[in-house]
């Protein structure tokens, strides 16, 4: 009867990491790392750009003045946030692809160093990223959640379009 028992328990826990596993590989938006390499995690990037179909340009009301601002906004934002890490982003060229929920915050960041981007360790530009992810709201807001995909090259030296000095 022991043996029974022992074998129905390493049957159950086989069972449970089965399910488990089969869990994490379904790609939900919830068990998806909020930062990762473009190329990393395929179908998890697939799903995030399916579920996050609506673009800035949209939110922004297809005004590409105030994607556009909303867009530098952001980046000067984590460049500032950089900084106050100590991480030196100057010279640094990124494609990012940023996925943010409906109340404004960063869900995730995908990401890729440019060909031409400084030679950093970019594991180093994935934690600023992480914590940056804890740190910024966005301003915008909507029904649904939103994406862009663009490219960053630090230092940002934009100026604002939309505002007071338009």
């Not at 159950?12 to 473009?38: C, P, R």
């Amino acid at each position: 009867m022991s043996n029974f028992r022992i074998s129905l328990l390493i049957f159950i826990s086989f069972l449970g990491n089965v399910v488990m596993f089969g869990q994490q590989k379904n790609g939900t938006d919830a068990q998806v790392a909020s930062v990762f390499y473009i190329g990393e995690a395929e179908k998890n990037y697939e799903k995030l750009v399916q579920n996050y179909n609506t673009l800035l340009f949209t939110v922004c009301n297809d005004d590409m003045d105030k994607a556009f601002d909303n867009w530098t906004s952001l980046l000067k934002d984590l460049e500032e946030f950089a900084n106050k890490s100590n991480v030196d982003l100057k010279g640094v060229k990124l494609w990012l692809n940023v996925f943010w929920d409906k109340n404004g915050t960063i869900k995730h960041i995908v990401f890729y160093p440019k060909p031409n981007s400084k030679n950093l360790n970019y594991d180093l530009v994935k934690n600023v990223l992480v914590n940056f992810i804890h740190d910024y709201q966005s301003p915008l807001k909507y029904s649904t959640g939103f994406s862009h995909y663009g490219s960053a090259a630090f230092p940002i030296f934009s100026k604002s379009v939309v505002g007071p000095e338009k």
